[in-house]
């Protein structure tokens, strides 16, 4: 990886985002956060980024939504779901649509991480 990858964190669980912002940034990552899928997409930068973690249950647009909104802009796009929503349905439907990974809360941070590297490193460009 050549220059700093830029990471989204698309959660509306402040304390969630900001841990996750702040283990982005000691593992050396960039990272923006984001309280909702619709101020994600509606950001000019949001095409800039490498990959977007993110919730499915938000007020608003879910992540599922945000992941296929997501994936129409940028078919390659890595998009990892770490939420609290325990549901075989919505993890096969989430993966099946192209998910990197799923992980339910809480999620280590070793196997977070690993994950995230692993996508941005099959990325192009990263």
Request: proline share 5%; hydrophobic share 45%; aromatic share 6%.
């Amino acid at each position: 990886m050549s220059e700093t990858p830029l990471v989204a964190i698309v959660d509306d669980d402040e304390a969630v985002r900001d841990a996750l912002l702040n283990l982005l940034q000691v593992e050396g990552l960039g990272a923006m956060g984001y309280a909702s899928a619709a101020a994600f997409l509606s950001d000019p930068v949001s095409r800039s980024f490498d990959c977007v973690i993110t919730d499915v249950r938000m007020d608003g647009m879910d992540g599922l939504e945000l992941q296929r909104r997501v994936r129409s802009i940028d078919p390659l796009m890595p998009v990892i779901f770490v939420t609290a929503a325990i549901d075989d349905t919505t993890r096969t439907r989430a993966m099946s649509e192209g998910a990197t990974a799923y992980f339910t809360k809480p999620v280590a941070n070793a196997e977070l991480m690993r994950e995230l590297f692993l996508a941005l490193r099959l990325r192009p460009g990263c």
